[in-house]
Every structure is written in C-alpha cells, then in structure tokens.
C-alpha cells in the first residue's frame, strides 16, 4: 500500500480534531433538540471546508503532476533527438561512419555464428575533386546529399547505407550474395547516372565496388573491406561508372 | 529582526524574508521530503515580523513546481497572511508564471480563487 501523502496526514488530523470536539455534543442525548441540529450543522460546515481545502490541493496536485510528465515526455524526445544525432551523418541524413560499422561488424559477426552470407558495397563518387574545385563546396555538398537519397532510394528495407568517407558510401546487404547485389548497386548506378544535380543540373556518376563473404572466405572484416575496396578500385582503372565484383 | 535566507537545493525552494520591507520572496521548485520540515522557519519568521515589526507583508512567488504536501504548507501561509490582512495590515501576494507556463498560471488562479487577500497572478520573463 502506498504512503499517505504527508498533506493528506495533516487533513486527516484536523479531521480528528474536529470530531473530538463535536463528540462530546453528539453524544449528549439530554441536549435539547435545537442545539443538537445547531451542532450538527456547524460539524457539517467544518467537514466542507476541510474537503474544499483536500479538492484544492489535489487540483492543485494534479496541475503539477501533469506538468511533471510532460517534463518527463519532453525529456524521452529530445533524448530520441540526441540519440538520432549521435547515429546519423549530418549532411546526408544516412548513418555516420560509426554507426555503419557497428552494422557491418554485427553482420559479419552473424556469418561467423549462423552462417548468414551478406553483401557488401563501396560507392566512390567519380570526379568528386574536380566538381569541388569547379563549382565550389556547397555544390559538392549538394552531390553528396543527392546521391546519397539516390542510394537511400534504392535499397530494400532490411538494407543499410552509411557516408564511410568524404565522397564514399558503404552498403550492406543481409542475406544477400553478390549475383542480387549486382542488381542493387545497377540499379543504384544507373539512378545516379540518369539524375542530375542543383541548378547548374550537374551529371554525376558512380563507381561500386562489391563482394560478398563466399568469396575468397574472408576470415575478418579488414580482409572483407578490402576485398570490396579492390573491387572499387578496379571500376575506377576500368574508365569509372561502373560495378565490379571482387574475384580472387 | 534577523532577515531569514534559505538557499536552493535540488529539490527545495531559494527564500528570501526581509525584515526591513517585509518582503519575502520564493523562487524555484518545491518537492522536499518533509515540507513541514523545510516551511517551519518561514512561519516562525512571519509570526516574529508580524509580532515584532507588524507592517506591510510583500509575498513574490516565482515557483516552477510544487509537490503536494508543499502545496499544503503553502496554502496554510497564505491563510495565515489572509487573517493578518483581515486584521488591517498591509498585504499583497505576487503569484509569477512564465508566459507559456499554463500550469504554474492555473496552480496560481486555483490559490487565488480561495484566498480573501490581495492576490495577483502575473507573467514574468526568465532572464
């Protein structure tokens, strides 16, 4: 059972005090009949006024209560904000770097421990110094964002997307081998291809670079990224805007 | 007569009773574990001022939250100020909210409504 309020202690007491003083008079049969309505009557007074003084300070208890949950409510949002902050690039609004390896490592944690194969991406903007040079940062920031919604876009729900570097994107594929993470980053290639950007309506491509954990067995996840890093480079010697799977 | 200071505590109001204007003045939040405990030196304050010196009674309250059983105490403090103002004397009570506190500007109107003594509810800008 929960403890008194220690304000409704104090009620109860005048409650008390108030029927002791009056007992005595209620008590007393010989009283005559007027004095006995007269005592009653003022007993019935003193009790409205003290459940008047308990109505007040529950309401007034209540306000409180009610703005003490709102505080408490308002606390939980702007932690979810702060968590959100902590987790998301914020440019791109896709994962920041830390949070795509946190991904990545508990996928590859998953192949060990029940074999669940899954796929991996690299994305390296073609050009990416020369647009900056050429049309300065906010544009290139603006290529950023929009190839990044151009990856987002692409993506099938159990998919991640994290900015791994300035003009890099990483992608992870559950449960995918790399023949259907051909399809995703083609389909991810030509989106790209096909935009354009701002109002000077830039063309931008894309190279990929993917593998999966079949190929070559990679046994940690350094051995994995670069697998998946050669494969990139490869689609940047080969002219660009193009995806190229690892093979040993 | 001593003026009586009580610095703020995480969960306890900051207070302030000049005994030279007879203004006192609470600010903060109010939840203590026993506010009978922490309002007894404010009554025993008053009833001194009002033995000893007697004139005007200035009470400001900047509150932001009140627990219960503060709520309790601070009704009976203002009930004893309403039976000093029934007596002739000079007493006002400045009950502050922030201009989109709705809580603390209905805790305040909920006292007023009771209280037979020149009660204000205003808007004060946090600084």
């Known amino acids: 059972m929960t403890?008194?309020?220690?304000?409704?202690?104090?009620?109860?007491?005048?409650?008390?005090?108030?029927l002791s003083k009056y007992q005595l008079i209620a008590e007393d049969a010989n009283l005559p009949e007027q004095e006995l309505r007269q005592s009653y009557q003022t007993l019935l007074n003193a009790y409205r006024l003290l459940l008047q003084d308990a109505?007040?300070?529950?309401n007034i208890g209540d306000i409180n209560q009610k703005k003490l949950f709102e505080a408490f409510e308002e606390l939980e949002r702007q932690k979810a904000i702060l968590y959100q902050s902590s987790i998301m690039d914020h440019l791109t609004?896709?994962?920041?770097?830390?949070?795509i390896m946190k991904i990545f490592d508990n996928a590859f944690a998953q192949t060990k421990r029940y074999q669940q194969d899954f796929s991996c991406i690299i994305l390296d903007i073609d050009n990416f110094k020369a647009i900056n040079d050429t049309y300065g940062h906010p544009v290139g920031d603006e290529v950023i964002k929009e190839?990044?919604?151009?990856?987002?876009?692409?993506?099938r729900d159990a998919d991640s997307v994290g900015r791994y570097g300035g003009e890099e994107f990483l992608i992870i594929l559950p449960n995918t081998r790399v023949a259907e993470a051909k399809q995703v980053a083609e389909k991810i290639r030509i989106t790209v291809e096909n935009a354009t950007v701002?109002?000077?309506k830039l063309s931008v491509t894309v190279s990929l670079g993917l593998s999966d954990t079949l190929i070559a067995s990679p046994t940690t996840q350094e051995e994995m990224l670069h697998n998946v890093d050669v494969a990139l480079y490869q689609a940047k010697e080969k002219g660009k805007n193009r995806t190229v799977t690892y093979t040993r | 007569?001593?003026?009586?200071?009580?610095t703020a505590a995480k969960d306890t109001l900051n207070i302030n009773c000049d005994?030279?204007?007879?203004?006192?003045?609470?600010?903060?939040?109010?939840?203590?574990?026993d506010a009978a405990d922490f309002f007894n030196p404010v009554f025993d304050w008053l009833e001194s001022y009002i033995n000893e010196v007697a004139a005007q009674v200035i009470l400001n309250l900047h509150i932001d939250y009140l627990n219960t059983s503060s709520t309790k105490c601070l009704f009976d403090f203002i009930d004893r100020l309403e039976n000093y103002y029934k007596q002739g004397n000079a007493v006002q009570v400045n009950w502050y909210h922030e201009v989109d506190?709705?809580?603390?500007?209905?805790?305040?109107?909920?006292?007023?409504?009771d209280m037979e003594l020149p009660f204000a509810v205003l808007v004060w800008v946090k600084n």
């Not at chain 1, 403890?3 to 108030?18: C, G, H, N, R, T």
């Not at chain 1, 151009?150 to 993506?155: P, R, T």
């Not at chain 2, 007569?1 to 009580?6: G, R, S």
């Not at chain 2, 005994?19 to 574990?33: E, L, N, R, V």
């Open chain 1, 147 to 155: 190839t990044a919604q151009n990856i987002a876009s692409q993506l």
């Open chain 2, 1 to 6: 007569m001593n003026n009586l200071i009580i």
């Open chain 1, 93 to 99: 609004q896709v994962y920041n770097r830390s949070y």
């Open chain 1, 3 to 18: 403890d008194i309020d220690p304000s409704m202690k104090k009620v109860f007491k005048q409650e008390l005090l108030i």
């Open chain 2, 19 to 33: 005994s030279a204007t007879g203004i006192i003045d609470m600010k903060g939040i109010s939840y203590p574990q």
């Open chain 2, 101 to 113: 506190d709705e809580d603390i500007k209905e805790t305040g109107l909920e006292f007023q409504e």
């Open chain 1, 55 to 58: 109505m007040k300070i529950t």
């Open chain 1, 198 to 200: 701002g109002k000077q």
